[in-house]
Structures are given as C-alpha cells and as structure tokens.
C-alpha cells in the first residue's frame, strides 16, 4: 500500500502563504490521480484541490480558485498544495490522497474517489 506523508503547515497570518507537500513511497505514483483535501474542527472533510495523473489538468473547489494552485512532481513522487492569499477560514487539517482509478482524467473530486490518504498536517490562518 501507498503512504502519503504531508508536511509544510503550520501557523500564518491572514493574507500569507503556505506550500504543502505530501511524499508517495512506491513506485506507482506517477499513475494516480492525486488530491488535496481539509477537514476543519466539526466539520466534514472537503475537497481541495485535483491533479490528473500526468498533471496536465487541475481543478479547485470555488473556495480555493484563484488562490491555491496543486501541482506534481512526479520524478519525485511527490504533489503540492501553493496556498497564497490565505483567510481564516482555510485554517482546518489538509490531507492528500491518491485516487482509485489509475490514468484516469476525470475529476475525482469526492472522497469516494480516493482510497490512500495521508495523516494530515494542521493549517491554522490566524493574526
């Protein structure tokens, strides 16, 4: 089985900037799908952000769009999560998480999608 292990957040002010990681062990990243997803304190995880197996197509949740930006390495087995002009109510746990199917190009934007998930790592947006 896949681990994901996410990195890179931490405590920033309103309006500043994070990048995430998340590292795949294995030798079968690069044929996923991969996402992003958050989980803020009582309430239910939600999409983030998606990326197609070759990365040549991305998509957002309308609360992220134009801000964050999920982009793949994948010589490095690795995708990130550019969060720029960030609010308060980003603040929550963000997860990444690979997708069932492999060279698919649709967008997987439910957890459904997703069978391997990393642990998380706590983004907190506060002055």
């Known amino acids: 089985q896949v681990q994901l292990v996410e990195s890179g957040g931490g405590l920033v002010q309103p309006g500043g900037s994070l990048r995430l990681s998340c590292a795949a062990s294995?030798?079968?990243?690069?044929?996923?799908?991969m996402g992003w997803f958050r989980q803020a304190a009582g309430k239910e995880r939600e999409f983030v952000a998606g990326?197609?197996?070759?990365?040549?197509?991305?998509y957002y949740a309308d609360s992220v769009k134009g801000r964050f930006t999920i982009s793949r390495d994948n010589a490095k087995n690795t995708v990130f999560l550019q969060m720029n002009s960030l609010k308060p109510e980003d603040t929550a746990v963000y997860y990444c998480?690979?997708?069932?199917?492999?060279?698919?190009?649709?967008?997987?934007?439910?957890?459904?999608?997703?069978?391997?998930w990393g642990q998380g790592t706590q983004v907190t947006v506060s002055s």
């Open positions: 998480a690979q997708a069932r199917q492999a060279y698919s190009s649709v967008e997987h934007n439910t957890a459904r999608h997703y069978g391997n």
């Open positions: 294995g030798r079968t990243f690069s044929m996923y799908p």
């Open positions: 990326i197609t197996w070759s990365g040549g197509g991305t």
